[in-house]
């Protein structure tokens, strides 16, 4: 079993930064990606960034030039720092680790509230 554990959302102004993180633990196999999603009310989940095992990066078309995602592989866990806030960032995002062997297995964090204020 894998567990996500993240931290770093909050309440920020318009133009603010906050940096997300997620730490995995349990049975993760290379290579894998991991990557944080959004939902914000009444819309559907979307990727926002994710980044494979070897460093391989993909944005959202939305984010891109704003956020940065990066990955720590010693300690399993993968950051967002998010720049130039905007309200439309508002949403919960969620942390999310897959991975193949033999099928895929997906799994995803409990979600951390990030607020930006207009």
């Known amino acids: 079993q894998v567990q996500l554990v993240e931290s770093g959302g909050g309440l920020v102004q318009a133009g603010g930064s906050l940096r997300l993180s997620c730490a995995a633990s349990?049975?993760?196999?290379?290579?894998?990606?991991m990557g944080w999603y959004r939902q914000a009310p009444g819309k559907q989940r979307e990727l926002v960034a994710n980044?494979?095992?070897?460093?391989?990066?993909n944005y959202a078309e939305s984010v891109e030039g704003r956020f940065t995602i990066s990955r720590d592989n010693a300690k399993n866990t993968v950051y967002l720092q998010m720049n130039s806030l905007k309200p439309e960032d508002t949403a919960v995002y969620y942390c999310?680790?897959?991975?193949?062997?033999?099928?895929?297995?997906?799994?995803w964090g409990q979600g951390t509230q990030v607020t930006v204020s207009s």
């Open positions: 349990g049975n993760i196999f290379s290579p894998n990606a």
């Open positions: 980044i494979g095992s070897s460093g391989a990066t």
């Open positions: 999310n680790v897959f991975f193949y062997r033999v099928r895929k297995y997906d799994y």
